[in-house]
């Protein structure tokens, strides 16, 4: 339920967040800025012309006293704070004469100096154009507005030294414009800002993102159980993200490592179990067919015995007779059981072929003449080229055993001209031995079957030389444990079985 939701869920690009944010945070700055400006700049303004006019009329107030009023150090000083923060400013004696002046229209300045005097001295100082600011001893503070030309000044008066009358104004027109300037510059600057910074801030945070991202896409990698994706980072320089990609590196091929493991483990384990339920069937297999194959060699034994111990015939060949087929079933018993011990060994691996270089020629001679009897007895026409010696690779002893079955196998099934015929092809580092006899081709739907234990194409026939459907079992394990090809093959006048081994 969980996975389904996660991968409905859609997923943002944290560089567009990153730079989402840093944009609104630099806007918001701008937009302060700008506010900031807008309701406070002009009574900063404000506050600074305040203290540069306070500033000039106490230089003039000191330079009166002092007696350095027409000195050239004073007008230098003077002029520069006039220019500085456009003040303009006049000095009357008591005379009414000018003594200094910034301005070209000192008589105006002067009309406005005894205008203020006058309206002092008459107390007549609540013209709605004049605003005091602030006053002492020698000195008034306020804003004046002109009724002719309705500007607004920022004036500070009084009587300094001897009786000097003193003005100094600064009109606030400069401050308002400024304050304009000032925010139209900084909205300029701001757009520029905005646009440079979002490109900035774009390619930086892809720069930052672009590895987050790496490790997302290999987070969704590991997700699928695909180690095959890797971080790949700065190597000279390693920051957080660079350590987390590598530590998810180790992270993937451990975990690649340990479902390898799991991997082989589990497969081990359904061998294991499949090796179980297989041997549990074969014992199953081979207790069923055992109990089957024994039971009439048991029977007949039995019988036979019974037979003799009641005396059911009383001449000596009769009991001569019962006493040859009990030894005779006893007998087939006992190979059977033989048999079987050596199937049993060699399909459960407890029987390992001992490998070794022979002569598989001189080991085929040898075997046919041993078994000349066999074939004297059935009439039968072994045929074998001479050939030169061939060294094989293989187990000797079950290799001649192989051969036996195969031998007794065509004694057993040969008919029409009653030929066997050995022969050895050899082919790319392998010899092929195989042993051919004439008779009736094995039925295509027994093909499949003749090497399953106790299997038998025609079980009368079998029967009745002794066979127990035992020995191509025992083949397919020999040549099955040493790792080599076996086979049969269906002609018209008979059947041939062959197995290779390898030369070299």
Request: aromatic letters at 10%; one cysteine or more.
């Amino acid at each position: 339920m969980n996975t389904g939701e996660n991968r409905n869920t859609k997923v943002h690009s944290i560089r567009f967040e990153i730079s989402a944010v840093f944009l609104v945070v630099m806007v918001g700055t701008f937009i302060f800025c700008l506010l900031v400006n807008i309701f406070f700049m002009e009574s900063f303004y404000v506050r600074n012309k305040k203290d540069a006019i306070f500033a000039a009329y106490r230089s003039i107030s000191q330079a009166i006293g002092s007696g350095d009023i027409t000195s050239t150090e004073f007008d230098e000083e003077i002029n520069h704070i006039c220019e500085r923060y456009n003040i303009e400013m006049i000095v009357l004696d008591a005379d009414s004469k000018t003594i200094k002046t910034s301005a070209n229209n000192s008589e105006m300045l002067a009309r406005i100096l005894w205008e203020n005097m006058i309206n002092s001295a008459s107390g007549t100082m609540d013209d709605p154009g004049r605003t005091v600011i602030d006053s002492g001893e020698d000195y008034t503070l306020q804003m004046n507005r002109e009724p002719t030309t309705g500007r607004q000044y920022l004036e500070m008066w009084g009587i300094v030294g001897n009786g000097n009358l003193v003005l100094v104004r600064s009109t606030m027109e400069s401050i308002r414009d400024n304050v304009s300037i000032s925010n139209t510059f900084m909205i300029y600057v701001a757009l520029v800002a905005i646009v440079v910074g979002s490109i900035i801030i774009l390619f930086i945070s892809k720069k930052v993102t672009d590895p987050i991202k790496k490790l997302y896409l290999i987070s969704d990698e590991m997700k699928k159980l695909n180690f095959e994706a890797k971080y790949t980072g700065n190597q000279s320089y390693k920051n957080e993200i660079d350590i987390l990609g590598q530590n998810m590196n180790e992270l993937s091929e451990t975990l690649e490592t340990s479902i390898k493991n799991l991997k082989n483990a589990n497969i081990a384990l359904k061998q294991d179990i499949a090796k179980k339920e297989q041997i549990d069937e074969m014992r199953k297999e081979f207790l069923s067919n055992v109990s089957h194959e024994l039971k009439t060699p048991i029977a007949l034994i039995q019988g036979y015995a019974e037979g003799l111990k009641e005396g059911i015939n009383e001449d000596a060949e009769s009991r001569d007779f019962y006493c040859e087929v009990i030894m005779d079933e006893a007998s087939k018993m006992n190979i059977m059981v033989k048999k079987l011990l050596t199937l049993n060994q060699l399909e459960f691996g407890n029987d390992s072929a001992n490998m070794e270089r022979f002569d598989i020629v001189e080991m085929i001679q040898n075997y046919v003449k041993s078994a000349q009897v066999l074939a004297k007895q059935k009439d039968v026409t072994v045929k074998f080229d001479e050939y030169s010696p061939i060294f094989v690779w293989g187990d000797e002893f079950k290799i001649e055993e192989v051969l036996q079955n195969y031998y007794s196998n065509a004694i057993n099934h040969i008919d029409g001209e009653k030929i066997i015929e050995i022969k050895l092809v050899q082919k790319e580092g392998k010899v092929r031995v195989s042993v051919f006899n004439t008779g009736t081709p094995i039925p295509e739907d027994s093909i499949g079957h003749i090497w399953e234990k106790f299997y038998k194409v025609d079980k009368a026939r079998t029967r009745e030389y002794g066979g127990s459907g035992v020995g191509l079992s025992i083949v397919k394990a020999i040549m099955e444990g040493m790792h080599q090809d076996y086979g049969v093959i269906n002609y018209d006048n008979g059947v041939e079985f062959y197995f290779e081994l390898e030369t070299k």
